[in-house]
């Protein structure tokens, strides 16, 4: 055990494409994911995580891309919502979203759940109705070859954006859905707060599919596009990464950033040096 040395050696490195602006309308420079794949690979990053409207129709073609550079697509961003207002009256689209996946040949894909239930209250019946549809996906998965990372998100995303928390919700809702392809994924930016973090990790060995890095500012200005580089910022990065390895994982660590007015203004080439750099320094 112990902590991998990342001091010189960033082969663990993935860029999630949201760092870079792409997920969103009229955000970031604009390159195709030819030139994300190109760039990763020149800097030899692990992978790379795509969001669905990047990919479009050509699933097979972006992931041939990526393995020719000698990277690994390492997931894909993320099912529609499975519960809440917002959710889509059906698990279909969910269902296309894990054939993206495996048409992409990416065996991780990560699911933010959605807020609470329409006709009912607080959280213990939307993780409850959650599980359920997540079983029924996985089902569906399975034979793919997909993997399904639940993401808890920070509890200011609650109501409409997630009905889990914690890695502990997470956890719950895996086990409830008895489903061996289902997992989580564990973002700093939704964990650092949590003090019983290291603790419930502990109960996550052989489930944590994917870690997410950035840093959360001390003075953040806005809940979804204000993440900071990481070093940046107050999350205890070590600390929790130490936690996450020592629950069993080794996978890649990816870089997402949602940062409207700072990353996302800035050159693409200047963004992925920068998390080059503070990848092997605090990460
Ligand atoms: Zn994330």
Redesign the pocket.
């Known amino acids: 055990m112990g902590l991998r040395d990342f001091s010189n050696d960033h082969s663990a490195l993935a860029l999630?494409t949201?760092t870079l602006g792409h997920n969103l309308e009229g955000h970031g420079a604009g390159w195709s994911p030819e030139q994300v794949i190109d760039a990763c690979a020149s800097r030899r990053m692990a992978g790379i995580v795509f969001w669905q409207r990047e990919i479009g129709e050509r699933a097979v073609e972006i992931g041939n891309r990526v393995r020719a550079a000698g990277m690994e697509v390492v997931g894909l961003?993320r099912t529609p919502y499975i519960t809440g207002s917002d959710a889509p009256k059906s698990l279909n689209e969910a269902r296309a979203s894990i054939d993206m996946a495996a048409e992409l040949g990416t065996s991780v894909l990560?699911i933010?759940t959605g807020g609470t239930e329409p006709g009912t209250l607080g959280v213990m019946e939307s993780q409850k109705i959650l599980a359920e549809r997540v079983a029924k996906l996985a089902e569906y998965a399975a034979p793919l070859g997909v993997q399904l990372a639940l993401?808890p998100l920070n509890p200011m995303f609650g109501g409409n954006r997630t009905c889990i928390f914690s890695v502990r919700d997470a956890l719950n809702v895996c086990e409830a859905a008895q489903s061996y392809n289902v997992g989580i994924?564990v973002?700093v930016?939704?964990v650092w707060w949590d003090s019983r973090l290291h603790d419930d990790l502990q109960r996550a060995r052989g489930r944590i599919l994917?870690y997410?890095l950035?840093d959360w500012l001390e003075k953040t200005s806005h809940m979804l596009l204000d993440r900071g580089m990481m070093g940046d910022g107050v999350a205890d990065l070590k600390a929790i990464r130490a936690s996450v390895e020592d629950a069993g994982y080794t996978g890649a660590c990816?870089v997402?950033i949602f940062s409207s007015q700072h990353w996302w203004q800035r050159d693409p080439d200047e963004v992925l040096d920068t998390i080059v750099e503070r990848f092997k320094a605090v990460c």
């Open positions: 999630n949201a961003c990560t933010v993401e994924a973002d930016y939704h994917g997410h950035c990816e997402e």
